[in-house]
Every structure is written in structure tokens, then in C-alpha cells.
């Protein structure tokens, strides 16, 4: 796409006037921020089923260039193939299930698992099996690494998808109408600059609560309630995703300061823990907005993901749930091409300070929900639009898993990759361990289905 076709990102929808503010709903109870068994159910529920953003094609540079994750203790890698291809894998080798690739990041065209020297190709082939040619009927292409279902959108964003099943949803389904709402942004003009991560005492959906409301904004964000119009806030829930529009401040805005040396400065939006000074203070001065030339173009990726585009750079985020109350928040930052490198620091700065922000508030919440006295809390029907579509996306995904399983009679994991290919004994043993498992204090009830 033409940077010429790059429509600028539109400003907040109108208010209509016909809507009314009916009364809201409660949040999920706040049980569902600390049980563990809550987690090990929204794994199979809801990330083993959605599409999650991991990264841009943008990094990728050559074939064999490799990029390895973890999400709730699944290891995988995305790798570019000889083709020009991303494709995703289990990182796990099909001999004895070590991890194929031992890096956070790097480039090879053949992998060697460095267990027993099995290897495979930049399409998950395996390529070499020592001594294995010398048995009958082993066949390589039925050991092939496991593939994950992985899809790299038109603006270079690439996606992946656990869901082994044959009633997997396509990421066109699941992010419906998401690849358009990217038009606005001209992705091509950006390149990747760094990464960070924070690493919160909270649960995943603390920090996605903060995430889906600009309510909290005026009070924990003053810099950027500066930079933005807070009144024209809006959280519009979409497929499967939400759109958060807001009008950014055209004329220069008013940043505080007084006479003091330049480690004192503040950085964006007029951010930052100021030294103790007694210099007079100055009138402020005005300054280019630093939240750039045009409206964000900011959405939230169910379940933990974001995207937030400014004029200056992008940035993602991904939320990766560890236990209930531990989540690590890891951001890829992609800065302007030619984007002078002070003003690169001011994003940087910005970014970083204003997810402090909300890192610090996730971790003082968290506290509470720990303590077993807050329950539940009304929302907003407005204000917190967002908190109560993705909590309903939780609660209907949970619902319709549950259900499943009870109709199946059994657990149901959407990303097991190694029961279609048992041999009669393995499914025997299988069977085996499950009546084991299922010994407890109540021999009659099936364990696998508590949680």
C-alpha cells in the first residue's frame, strides 16, 4: 500500500444522542485474579484458541532468521523459510523433546537439536536422524517438528494460533475487520528500534483492565490527559478486538518547568520524579505537542495483546501470564525512519513512564484482590466499555469450554499435538494415567474436570 492511500487516524466517532446510559454490569468476581486453576482453564479456553500477536516481519531480515517465545509455558519460535515465509513451531524436538532452538533470537537454516543430533530444516522437515536410516519404516516426514498455525497480515504483523483442533477459527474470523483498521498507519515507514519488559506481581487481567479504559486517565495520567483530549476518549469494541480513539492536542501545549539543571528536565508530557529544588519557577513554556502531528491509532488484541500507533513511533505489547498474581509485560518499540535520536529518547522516555504508571497501579490492586475481601466492582457502562466486553469475552469463552468438557466427559486441551499419532500401547497408557490422575478422596468424581 501507497503511503499515498494511508488514510491519517480518524478521530473518536460521534456521540449519539439517542443512547442512553443504561446501568452497567459488575466485574467477573475477583476470585478469577488469583485462582490457579482459573489459569490452567483460561490456557485451554481462551489461549489456546485465539490468535496472538508476537512480533513484526519487519525483523526478520533472511531466510533462517529465527525468533523464539514462551506463553504459559508453550516454547515456540517463528522462523523465515527459504521460500520468504514465516512459519511457527513447537520448539520441541519430535526424538525426545528437547528444545530445537536454544536462543532468544538468531539465524540458521538448519536446526540441530544438540540432544541427539536430530535436525530439521527452515519448514520444520527433519533433515537427520543419526542411525535412524538403518530402521525399517522410520519415516522422516511423520517426524517433522510440530507446526503452529502462524499468519503474518498485510502490514507485516505476525500472528500465531495453538489450536490443534478442527474447529480453529481463522485469524479473518477472529480479528474481523482488524487488517482494515490498520490502513490508517503507514507501517512501512517505521523500523524497530528496541525492546523491553517489565516483570508485575499482578494477574494478566489486572493489567488488561487499566488497558481497556482511559477512565483512570486524568487522575494516573496527567501528562497525557496534556497531549490528548481526555473528553473525547473513546473504547469501541469490534471483532474481537477494541479501537480506542482519542483527539490529540493540535496547538502547542504548556509544559511546566522551572530554572534547574538538565538531569531535572522531564521528558514527554512533562513526565518524570523531579529532584528536590529551590530555583524560582518560571512561567511554562509551550512546546510542540510530543504526541505528534495526528491522532493515535491505538487497539487492544484480544486476549493480551495491544498495538499503539503515535506520529513518532509504534509500540506493542504482550502480556504473558506466568501464575495468577506474576505477568511479564514485554514491548517492541518501532521508531520513524530518520527520526532523530533525542527525539527517539523522548518516546522511549514517554512510553516507559507512562506504563510505569500503570505498573504501578496493577501491583498496588493486585494487593487487594489477594486479600479476599473485594468481590466485585460496578462498571461503567460508558467509561468502561472496553472492561466489559473483553471480561465478557472471558466469561463466554470460559462458559463454552466448561461445557464442552462436560459434554466430552473429559478434559479437552485445543493445543495437544501428540495424540493423533499414538501407537495402541500409548493410548492404553494414556488412558491408563488418566484413571490414575483421577484417584482421589472421591474415587466417583472426574478431578479433571474441577477447576
Known amino acids: 500500500m501507497s503511503s499515498a492511500e494511508i488514510a491519517k487516524p480518524a478521530p473518536p466517532p460521534e456521540d449519539n444522542p439517542a443512547d442512553k446510559l443504561l446501568p452497567g454490569e459488575h466485574t467477573l468476581p475477583a476470585s478469577w485474579w488469583t485462582s490457579q486453576k482459573v489459569l490452567d482453564f483460561e490456557k485451554k479456553a481462551i489461549f489456546s484458541k485465539g490468535w496472538l500477536y508476537t512480533t513484526h516481519s519487519i525483523r526478520f531480515k533472511k531466510a533462517g532468521d529465527y525468533y523464539s517465545f514462551t506463553f504459559l509455558g508453550m516454547n ?31 539465524s540458521s537454516i538448519i536446526l540441530g537439536c544438540k540432544y541427539h543430533g536430530w535436525s530439521y530444516n527452515t519448514d520444520g522437515k527433519l533433515t537427520k536422524a543419526p542411525h535412524f536410516n538403518e530402521i ?32 480453529a477459527v481463522p485469524f479473518e474470523e477472529f480479528f474481523e475487520g482488524l487488517e482494515d483498521e490498520m490502513n490508517e498507519y503507514d507501517f512501512e515507514d517505521y523500523e524497530y528500534h528496541m525492546s523491553y519488559e517489565l516483570d508485575g506481581e499482578f494477574n494478566w487481567k489486572t493489567l488488561m483492565d487499566g488497558y481497556q479504559e482511559c477512565y483512570h486517565c486524568p487522575t494516573a495520567h496527567p501528562g497525557l490527559a496534556t497531549a490528548f483530549k ?19 492536542v493540535e496547538e502547542e501545549i504548556a509544559i511546566p518547568t522551572e530554572e534547574a539543571d538538565a538531569d531535572e528536565e522531564s521528558s514527554w508530557f512533562g513526565f518524570g520524579k523531579k529532584k528536590q529544588s ?33 506520529s513518532p513511533a509504534w509500540y506493542s505489547i504482550r502480556v504473558l501470564p506466568i501464575t495468577p498474581t506474576r505477568t511479564i509485560l514485554q514491548y517492541d518499540i518501532y521508531t520513524k525512519k530518520g527520526l532523530a535520536d533525542d527525539k527517539k529518547k523522548e518516546f522511549v522516555d514517554f512510553l516507559q513512564q507512562v506504563e510505569l504508571e500503570d505498573y504501578n ?38 462458559k463454552k469450554h466448561y461445557n464442552l468438557e462436560q459434554e466430552a466427559g473429559k478434559e479437552i486441551n485445543p493445543a495437544w499435538v501428540g495424540g493423533k499419532e499414538n501407537s495402541e500401547e500409548a493410548a492404553e497408557l494414556e488412558a491408563l494415567c488418566a484413571k490414575i490422575e483421577c484417584q482421589g478422596s472421591n474415587p466417583e468424581t472426574k478431578s479433571g474436570l474441577e477447576w
Open 76 to 106: 515456540f519460535f517463528i522462523i523465515k523459510t527459504k521460500s520468504g515465509e514465516l512459519k511457527a513451531f513447537h520448539n520441541v524436538c519430535r526424538h525426545r523433546a528437547y528444545p530445537v532452538v536454544r536462543k532468544e533470537k538468531g
Open 136 to 167: 525399517e519404516g522410520f519415516d522422516p516426514e511423520a517426524n517433522s517438528l510440530f507446526e503452529i498455525k502462524c499468519h503474518t497480515g498485510k502490514h507485516g504483523h505476525v500472528y500465531i494460533n495453538f489450536d490443534n483442533t478442527d474447529s
Open 230 to 248: 481526555m473528553e473525547t476518549y473513546k473504547v469501541v469494541p469490534k471483532g474481537n478486538y477494541c479501537r480506542h480513539y482519542a483527539k490529540i
Open 278 to 310: 529551590t530555583t524560582k519557577k518560571t512561567e511554562p513554556i509551550k512546546k510542540e505537542n510530543p504526541g505528534g502531528a495526528f491522532n493515535g491509532l491505538w487497539c487492544y488484541l484480544f486476549p493480551t495483546n495491544g498495538i499503539n500507533c503515535y
Open 361 to 398: 497501579l496493577c501491583v498496588a490492586t493486585q494487593k487487594n484482590l489477594n486479600q479476599g475481601v473485594y468481590s466485585t466492582g460496578y462498571l461503567h457502562p460508558l467509561k468502561e466499555k472496553g472492561v466489559l466486553y473483553y471480561q465478557g469475552l472471558v466469561k463466554d469463552m470460559v
